[in-house]
Every structure is written in C-alpha cells, then in structure tokens.
C-alpha cells in the first residue's frame, strides 16, 4: 500500500510540474495539425519482425542480448554451501543493544585447564564453477575456508558433496572437488586480455538467491586492493554476497576473472566489485589440482615504497621507483647475496621495479631456486647483485618471525648516558648498558636515540629512547661524529631533510627528520 501511495504522489507531483511548465510557456502542447502528423508517423510504426529491420540497433560493440551467453555457460556455475565450527564469541563485553542504555555480559563459567574451547556451528555461501568435465571446482578460499561440511548444487538441482583439494589464502583462491563426471565446464581466457569498457557477464549465487546474472563492463584493471600477489580487474557488473567465488565472463563465455570483494559503505553492491584476473586464477588453481599447495619465491626482505619524501631526502629524481628495504632477514636469501637494509630496488631481471607491491608479486611468482637479478642503488651506485630465490615460509610461520617483543626498556636497568643533541634528538654511540636497557640484539648497531625534545619536529615524527639510528643519509652511522657529517651534508645539498634508517621495536622503519636553521 505504501508504494502505490508513493506512486500516486509521484505522479500527482509529475502532473503538477506539467501544468506549471506550460503556464510558463516552456512546454507547447501541439496543436492539431501536429497530432495528425504524429498519428501519422504512429502508423508507420510495425513491429521488427513484420517491418524486416531491427528498429532500435545498439551501439557498435553492444550485443543484443546476453541471454545466448548466459544460457551456454551457466550450466559450469555452481552453489556452494557450507556448514562451519568456529570458536563461540565470548558474552563478555557484549555491545549494547538497541532498548538498552548500558551493556550487559553473560557469567561464564571458567574453563579448564584441559577444557576444549567452545565451539559453535554456523552456516554460509557463496558461488563457484567447474573448470574441467571430472569435478574440479574453483571458489574463494574465504568461501571454504572454515568449512566441516561442503554441499554444491548444480542448476539442474543436483546436490553433490564436496572436498577440498586445495587452499592459497594469499589470494584468495580454492579448489573444490565433487565425484562423477561429465560436467559442464568453463575455460579460463588468459591471452586475450580484457579492455577497460569491454562488457562483462557475471554468475553467482548472491544471497543464496541460487543462479543470477548481471552484466556491466570492466571499469579499470590492475587495481590494488591490499593483497600482496593479485591485481584485480574491477567491474561494474553487481556483485552481492554470495557471488564470491563465482566467474565473470567475456562476452564470448570465456572466463576472465573471479569475482572476489565489493567496495561499499552499505555492504551491498554500488557498482564497485573486484575479480581475480584470470592468468592468475588459473596459474593458482592448476597447482593447487597437482599438489594442494603454493610454493612462493621468497627473497627475506622486509620492504616499502620509494615515497617522494624518501627521494627528496636522497636527492633522487622524482622519476626513480623501486622498492626500499628496511631489512633483511638474517642468513635469508638477500641477506647472504648482499643485499643491505637502505638498498632501493629499482630492478628485478632486467625489468623495471614500480613499488614494493610489484617487486613482492614478481618474486612470488619465481619458483624456489631460481636465480633473480636485482639491481639495487646504494649509496648513490647501481650495485648488481644475484640473489637465489628460497621458498616463501607460510603467513603464520613470518608472524612468529616478526612478532617479538623486543624494544621496550626495562625498568630498573642502568642508567643512560646522556648523550648529544642533534635535530631535536639526543644520540649516543652503542653501549652494553643501552642494549640492556632497550633489549636491542645484539645484531642492532648504530646510534641509540635517549632522549627527544619535547615540542621538537622529531617528536611528531614518532622518534622514542630506545630507537636506533641505523643509517642517515643511506650510510651507516655508529658515530656521533658521522650523523653529524650526515646531516651537514644534507643541509649544504639544500635537501629539507635527512632520511634515516631507524631500528624500531616493530622492525627497521625510513624516516625522514626535517632540517631546522643552521647548527651554531
């Protein structure tokens, strides 16, 4: 009833504006010699399939329908439903709910030493396809990921459980596996790369709807999304939740992506959907058939991007890229080819290095053993170096690598020495005590930072005690007396700042520390 009263107005207010548009003279209802000549022109008018001639063409490059599209590949997409464990929220800290003014929490029992932790049962789903006639089937990893108990459902309404053959959660790809055979299946089109504007056809599951389409066109590719190893080609045709998984289509029926995420403020599709290109789909999937896992190449470098404050700092041309390393792991492939904290990666065999995201994604697609050629500028030089690629250790496995403690001073050690103030930051040389105060390893060298003026430019970057000053000016500083040097040289050079290396609890981090007036 609401939307007819809502249409009623609507149409109440249409009629109004009419009639005010002709009391102003903008409309001129015709008069009746011109309504002859339209009931004239109305008669000419037949239907297509008598007049011979389609009356309304589309545009070059539009096709008249998807419908033949849909139809040849719609059989190959599949439901996935998936029955889940996972952990059970705890009650405690429970947010408010609406009705209430405060929150409330659940008593809860406290659990064992050997007690299991709870667990509780859960449900979801999403879309996916075969891609060959014995029952291999691609999907998200997220679809399946926690998955007990996986059910796929073909459009003639078959219901057929599945397995997982395979996961690789860096992006976001799985495959699933149904007995039988003679399946329809799809092919994924890794030559001819899609056009930004080219249409798009995309299958899918949204809401546990079961099969719908929806077209669109691509809207950009290569986009960077956070993932380190996909660029994702965007689209415009709607995707849901649900649709993960699912395949998008050229319009020949050729698989050119899989439809991963959604950018939305309401969690529904405004036109702004991703999908994993097909190359890497299918580079993904086929290895994933052969052995059920991802082997990555893997250089043991902890990297960032060449930001324009880095290369005014270093006096770089603002046309340099690459990729700035902080560190490197010890004993890692980079660290034992000479690789150094400070280095800028400007090329990876022979080929240009954009930013830290491409340097990661080209070493990631190297097998282990490879050799890998980069070309690195140190201290102003190109310095060649070959690096033999190891294998990428496991999400969980760099976490524990990267998740130590180390850093904060410890109450009640000895004390610091005061040390010299430079730029707003008091330094001084490595010490035993200083190690020992600030749990710096033994690895660690450089100049220990004690103190920062308060109110100072290098307070509101972040500087703390305890921070080591690794490089300035991308040289190794141990000494007062070369920061010093470090800092001079750069202020003679007119650059507004100095960048330095620091060594922080989280890791080695660049930092660039502006330059105040001259130094008395």
Known sequence: MLKRKEFILG?????????????????????????????????????????????????????????????????AVVQIDVRTRV????????????????PFSVP?????????????????????????????????????????????????????T???????????????????????????????????????????NPFGLGGSATAGI??????????????????????????????????????????TAIFSPTGVSVGIGFAIPADVAQRVTQQLMQGGSIQRGYLGVEIGTLTS???????LADDVQGAYVNSTTPGGPADQAGVQAGDIVVELNGQPVRNNTDLTRRVGQAAPGDTLRLTVLREGRRVQLSVRSGVRPSAAELNAQSGDDEGAPRPGQPETPAGTAIEGLTVAPMTGALRERHSIPSGVNGLVITGVASGSTAATRGFAPGMVIVQADGRAVSTVAEFRQAVQRVRESGRPGVLLLVRTPQGNRPVVLELGGDEE
Do not use: C
């Not at 952990?87 to 947010?95: A, C, L, V, W």
């Not at 860096?170 to 080219?198: I, Y």
């Not at 956070?226 to 993960?244: C, E, H, K, L, M």
């Not at 404050?309 to 006096?315: C, V």
């Open 218 to 259: 691509v809207s950009a590719r290569g986009r960077d999304i956070g993932d380190q190893y996909v660029d994702f080609i965007q689209i415009d045709a709607p995707i849901n939740r649900g649709n993960s998984g699912g395949p998008t289509f050229d319009i020949y029926g050729r698989v050119i992506g899989v439809n």
């Open 108 to 160: 809860q029992q406290p659990r064992g030493e050997n007690e299991e932790e709870p667990m509780m049962e859960g449900a979801g789903s999403g879309s996916g396809f075969f891609i060959s006639a014995d029952g291999y089937i691609v999907t998200n990893n997220h679809v399946v990921e926690n998955a007990s108990e996986i059910t796929v459902k073909l459009t003639d309404d078959r219901e057929l």
């Open 162 to 204: 599945a397995r997982i053959v395979g996961r690789d959660e860096l992006t976001d790809l799985a495959v699933l596996k149904v007995d039988g055979g003679t399946f329809p299946f799809v092919q994924f089109e890794t030559q001819a790369q899609p056009r930004v504007g080219d249409w798009v056809v995309a299958l899918g």
């Open 87 to 102: 952990p059970r929220p705890s009650m405690r800290g429970f947010p408010n709910i609406p009705g209430l003014p405060f």
């Open 11 to 75: 149409a109440a207010v249409g009629l109004t504006f009419a009639a005010a548009a002709t009391a102003g003279g903008i409309i001129d209802w015709p008069a009746a010699g011109a309504q002859e000549q339209r009931a004239e022109l109305r008669a000419g008018l037949v239907p297509a399939s008598t007049a011979g001639a389609v009356l309304f063409q589309p545009p070059p490059g539009a096709p008249n329908s998807f419908a033949d599209i849909i139809e040849q590949v719609s059989p």
């Open 309 to 315: 404050d880095y290369r005014e700092a270093l006096g």
